[in-house]
């Protein structure tokens, strides 16, 4: 069954257009990467997605059993000022008020959440930490168990790996492939068409802007774009 | 000798009144200050301050008797008006609330200047601006009116914490995850609303910025998460404003200022404070 359906999208910024008329479904289950240079557009789309920029025009509509409370997201930037006093724990925390409704106190089974995300994440150990004094590797890893905290259906994360180091980068691409298979819907944008086409189900390129490429990762590899794409031209 | 002199003081209601009133308005004014401060919008007390000003002296030319009943509502909608242009038009939040902030200021004295009957016009706007000895007139029902509001505004705060952290440090993040972030931006500016008119009894109109912003940058020199700066600010305000007020009491100094003074003593105090606990 399908969980987000996008059709003839028009995204862009006070009358310039970034992507032109996209269209494409996400299924439950399913490891969506999106990839395409810098500027290309991949983060007004998630944006857009999550209803936090509105499209020019065209519609996107939401599975019969999803709302925007299933939603989880990894920002690629966060506007919080430098000095702003949160430790890790508190941040991480905040990802479940989603769904505490009316009630004023986060319950157990939300503290036991927000747990077992930073120990999967191996960053309990700087829980009680000032957030803004962590490393930018140490805050997007703390930004994503805040994003885990949120939700178990529907994952958006825009470039979780970046400023990570290989071992954390491995360790992450992991966490989420983990994830995929207990059943979370990725949607993830990436700067690493190998790693793109070794764990997504599908892939969106965005070559400009009025061309997209959206299929299986398996259709993918055997298009032209792939063929272009690898070195040599020869294909992954 | 002091004490026995405060002791005769506080047979007087009008002391303890001003007391009671003093500590609940700043306890509001610091909550509310952890999140303006954060959100970068440290002067929407001095805009919303101005507003209500300019709507007390069109009250008082009107001849109204309790002010407040239109001053509230004004407020109310300039608050909601700053909070969500600050996020989305071509207007900066920080220029829109000087605009704000000035336009009816300069409104407020030219109608009182024009319009009033009062002979000692700059002494009426001095105390208005500085709040100099108006919290030691309040009458009863004024009293009550302050207890309710700011037993309201606490309540508020307690009951949206939550909320309120997480739309501070990432709003996006909240309204992308389907928490209902217009709504409580709303009941926070409504909120934000009656604690300025609150203050403006305290400290008059020009030193609200100092209510709101001083406990927590105070707290923030000495903590790291945000409970603890949250409670922090709190307890610097209560003990600040009562220090004020006695001093003021006990040497005849102006209410206001010296409830400011006492914030930006206990500033320095935190940062040196702040200093030598990072160097151990
Ligand atoms: N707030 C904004 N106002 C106007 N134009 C914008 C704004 N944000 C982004 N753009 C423009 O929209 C285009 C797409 O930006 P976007 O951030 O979506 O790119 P991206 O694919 O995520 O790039 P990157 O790989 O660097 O993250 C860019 O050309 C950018 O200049
Ligand atoms: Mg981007």
Redesign the pocket.
């Known amino acids: 069954m399908f969980q987000l359906s996008c059709e003839n999208l028009v995204l862009g910024?006070e009358g310039r257009v970034?992507i032109n008329n996209l269209s494409f479904r996400v299924t439950a289950g399913d490891y969506l990467c999106i990839v395409?240079e810098?500027?290309?557009?991949?983060?007004?789309l998630m944006k857009t997605i999550l209803g936090l920029k509105t499209a020019m025009s065209g519609h996107i509509e939401l599975g019969p059993d999803i709302t925007t409370k299933d939603f989880g997201y990894l920002p690629?930037q966060i506007s919080a000022q430098q000095d702003f006093p949160a430790t890790v724990k508190e941040v991480v925390l905040s990802g479940c008020l989603n769904h505490s409704g009316l009630r004023p106190f986060y319950t157990k089974a939300d503290r036991q959440l927000a747990e077992t995300s930073m120990v999967k994440l191996s960053i309990s150990g700087i829980a009680s930490h000032r957030f803004a004094e962590l490393s930018g590797g140490q805050q997007q890893r703390a930004l994503l168990a805040r994003a885990l905290c949120a939700t178990q259906k529907i994952l958006l994360l825009d470039?979780p790996v970046s400023g990570l180091d290989m071992k954390t980068t491995a360790d992450t691409y992991d966490i989420v492939a983990e994830l995929n298979k207990e059943g979370t819907t990725i949607i993830m944008i990436s700067h690493d068409i190998n790693m793109a086409v070794q764990y997504a189900s599908h892939i969106l390129y965005v070559i400009g802007p009025e061309a997209v490429y959206f299929g299986s990762t398996k259709d993918f590899l055997s298009s032209n774009v792939a063929a272009n794409l690898s070195p040599g031209g020869k294909g992954f | 000798m002091i004490i026995e002199q405060l002791k005769i003081y506080f047979e007087y209601p009008f002391v303890r009144y001003a007391l009671i009133v003093g500590v609940l308005v700043a306890l509001s004014a610091s909550l509310l200050g952890v999140t303006l401060v954060l959100k970068r919008f440290s002067f929407i007390g001095d805009g919303l301050s101005h507003v209500a000003f300019g709507v007390m002296a069109i009250a008082s030319v009107l001849k109204l008797t309790n002010s407040i009943l239109l001053m509230l509502p004004v407020t109310i909608i300039c608050a909601v008006l700053l909070l969500s242009l600050g996020s989305g038009t071509k207007i900066q939040g920080d220029a829109a609330i000087a605009m704000i902030s000035v336009g009816t200021l300069a409104t407020g004295y030219l109608i009182m200047n024009r319009f009033a009957k009062n002979s000692n016009l700059a002494g009426d706007v001095c105390t208005t601006l500085f709040g100099s000895t108006k919290i030691l007139t309040l009458s009863q029902i004024e009293v009550y009116i302050s207890i309710g509001f700011s037993i309201l505004v606490i309540a508020v705060f307690l009951v949206f914490y939550n909320k309120v952290f997480a739309i501070t440090f990432d709003e996006d993040f909240a309204v992308a995850t389907g928490v209902n972030v217009k709504v409580y931006n709303l009941i926070i500016s409504i909120v934000i609303a009656l604690v300025i008119v609150l203050a403006m009894n305290l400290v008059g109109t020009l030193l609200i910025s100092a209510l709101v912003v001083f406990p927590v940058v105070s707290a923030m020199r000495l903590f790291k998460s945000f409970k603890a700066v949250t409670v922090c600010a709190v307890i610097f305000s209560i003990i600040s404003t009562i220090l004020g007020i006695l001093i003021s009491i006990i040497a005849g100094t102006p209410v206001g200022s010296t409830i400011v003074a006492m914030d930006v003593l206990g500033f320095f105090v935190f940062c040196l404070l702040g200093f030598f606990i990072r160097k151990a």
Do not use: M, P, R
């Open positions: 910024y970034v395409g810098n500027g290309s557009g991949k983060t007004t690629q470039e």
